[in-house]
């Protein structure tokens, strides 16, 4: 038996299921319990983030043989076959190859005929704003009026590409990229269930990897799976991601707040040697800075980081100023351009670092005030007190020579 993906192995079957989305999954529900489902519905988002998912969701939900339900039973001949991808009244449309007027022309020939078993016959069609001009507005009388028994729903990472003619037709529901928090307790569920034991971190790291898609998530745990197998360290999965080690992060965020210059290019050798990015590596150590400013400013690390990483940065930030952690992300973010064009990137990245070093106050402003203020209050005393001690309260002349 051939090997089924993660991104395919765990497809939401449900709408409960769907991680990150709810407002989406509650309005398509409340519509189909209200008996308020329009005739066309435009999914829009990020990729990755189940708006294809979605979209066979409700064509489910309006085909079951239990149905129209918000809870499908996933067990019917439809149910099945929609999640397979063979129902015969459920047509999935890739809108980059079939963009032609022909394509639309037929589409609406084929709507006019009854489903040959479902209750609806459904459109999905994925990347909508691939289609052409004239096959959009060859669309527009059918999207419009469509027959009682048809239903639209399109799929797209750009909705700003859809004329403004096919927008006011459809009903817009926009995807939003999933929490890093909520992405992580999938990711935790998921390896528990394949028998993989690899560390919060490792996975933090898949995380951040991913940017906010679920569907990218499971592709690179599948990967760090096949290179690494089921117990990983975390040192491997991040030379199975091509990622920075976070370990080694974090030593260079503990180098630049402590102001340990050897640290820091004992390091930027290290990483050098072994073939790593460095673009990669600043944007990393930015980040890195980002979470200890917030784990600053708030007391608290950021929910979607390991709890080894957390409790890092919390120890940490008690050791840094606030001044002093937004002068480092300031030079250090402002070098990932040059770093990505220098005909030398290690020469430009050791300079940024140091150069972080050297002009990152060792205190905040005010402190840094209260300093100067109590030195010129010294300096203030000890002048009275030279001019108290000479004859009439005036500097002694006995140093002065004619």
Not at 125 to 152: C, Q, R
């Amino acid at each position: 038996m051939s090997y089924l993906v993660l991104a395919r192995k765990w497809r939401p079957q449900k709408f409960d299921d769907m991680t990150g989305q709810e407002h989406v999954v509650r309005t398509v529900a409340n519509a189909i319990k209200m008996d308020r489902v329009a005739h066309a519905y435009l999914f829009c988002g990020p990729r990755g983030v189940g708006k294809t998912t979605a979209a066979r969701l409700l064509a489910k939900a309006l085909n079951c043989e239990k149905g129209p339900t918000a809870q499908p039973c996933g067990e019917c001949r439809a149910c099945t076959e929609i999640a397979a991808g063979t129902s015969v009244d459920v047509a999935e449309i890739d809108g980059a190859s079939n963009n032609g007027v022909e394509n639309v022309r037929e589409i609406r020939e084929n709507a006019k005929y009854l489903p040959q078993r479902d209750q609806h016959k459904i459109y999905i069609i994925d990347e909508v704003h691939m289609l052409s001009g004239a096959a959009f507005n060859a669309l527009l009388k059918t999207l419009e009026e469509p027959p009682g028994h048809v239903k639209f729903i399109f799929a797209t990472t750009e909705a700003h590409k859809l004329p403004d003619t096919i927008l006011s037709r459809c009903q817009r529901h926009n995807f939003r990229r999933i929490p890093a928090a909520r992405m992580l307790q999938r990711l935790q569920e998921i390896c528990k269930a394949e028998g993989a034991g690899i560390s919060d971190r490792s996975l933090s790291l898949v995380v951040r990897q991913s940017e906010g898609g679920m569907r990218d998530a499971l592709s690179l745990l599948d990967q760090v799976l096949a290179s690494c197998g089921a117990n990983p360290s975390d040192e491997e999965v991040a030379d199975a991601l091509g990622a920075i080690d976070r370990t080694l992060v974090q030593d260079f965020a503990d180098a630049l707040v402590h102001k340990d210059a050897k640290r820091v290019l004992e390091r930027v050798e290290e990483v050098f040697n072994r073939g790593l990015d460095l673009k990669r590596l600043a944007e990393e150590l930015a980040f890195q800075l980002r979470h200890l400013f917030v784990t600053k400013t708030l007391g608290k690390a950021p929910d979607e980081l390991a709890e080894s990483e957390q409790k890092a940065l919390m120890a940490l930030a008690q050791d840094a100023e606030a001044a002093q952690l937004t002068r480092l992300f300031d030079v250090v973010h402002g070098c990932i351009w040059d770093v990505s064009r220098a005909a030398q990137p290690r020469l430009a990245l050791e300079m940024a670092l140091l150069k972080a070093i050297q002009l990152s106050p060792g205190g905040s402003i005010p402190e840094l005030l209260a300093r100067v203020d109590k030195l010129a209050a010294g300096m203030g005393e000890g002048s009275a007190k030279s001019n108290a001690g000479a004859p009439g309260g005036r500097s002694s002349p006995s140093n002065f020579r004619a």
